[in-house]
């Protein structure tokens, strides 16, 4: 009797392991991917209904600079702002989008911003005037370039914008189709 149980058991558990595998593997067969080459830093998709899950990254302040320099983030994330000087900075950004002034901060872990809208965020020191980041925040899917390519994961079926961004061009954007989920589309984005 202990073995039929512990078939029916082991059994069970390999068909729980058989439809989990199965529904992992039709979720990312019913995503699309863009991919191409580009010039551009960052590229997102904008598909409100494809936003990745928030997270939070960090942008530390070190010898007076942004560590990165450049982050992209999906809405709903928070960037925290570590300061690794000895002194105090007073990070803020007047953009559009998410204008924030954290005030002044000394050493240590830093603050916390939530960036709850998508777009392009101008990120300052209000005491040392060289200090710039740039953190984009996409309302979809996106990518960091590599090495001139780009491939973004997780786009749905449709027609959507397509965002490219680089500190020397900025914003530009265009019309991508999505043909069907499990479509790959080669779209090159370069500045003109």
Not at 30 to 46: C, P, Q
Not at 48 to 64: C, D, Y
Not at 166 to 173: A, K, L, Q, V, Y
Request: hydrophobic letters at 40%.
């Amino acid at each position: 009797m202990k073995t039929i149980k512990a078939r029916r058991s082991s059994f069970r558990r390999s068909a729980l392991g058989a439809l989990v595998l199965a529904a992992c593997t039709a979720a990312s067969a019913s995503a699309a991917t863009i991919r191409g080459a580009t010039d551009a830093a960052a590229l997102w998709v904008s598909a409100p209904g494809a936003v990745p899950a928030p997270t939070t990254v960090e942008m530390r302040n070190s010898h007076r600079t942004f560590i990165p320099p450049f982050v992209i983030i999906a809405e709903g994330s928070s960037v925290r702002f570590p300061n690794d000087d000895p002194f105090y900075h007073s990070i803020y950004s007047a953009s559009k989008a998410d204008p924030f002034d954290i005030g002044y901060y000394g050493p240590g872990p830093g603050k916390s911003v939530a960036f709850p809208n998508p777009g392009i965020d101008q990120v300052h020191c209000h005491i040392h005037a060289s200090m710039h980041a740039v953190i984009v925040v996409a309302d979809g899917p996106f990518a960091q370039s590599s090495g001139g390519r780009y491939e973004i994961d997780g786009v749905p079926a449709g027609t959507f914008v397509l965002h490219a961004w680089d500190p020397t061009h900025g914003e530009r954007s265009m019309t991508v189709v999505v043909p069907a989920a499990n479509a790959t589309v080669t779209k090159d984005v370069r500045a003109r």
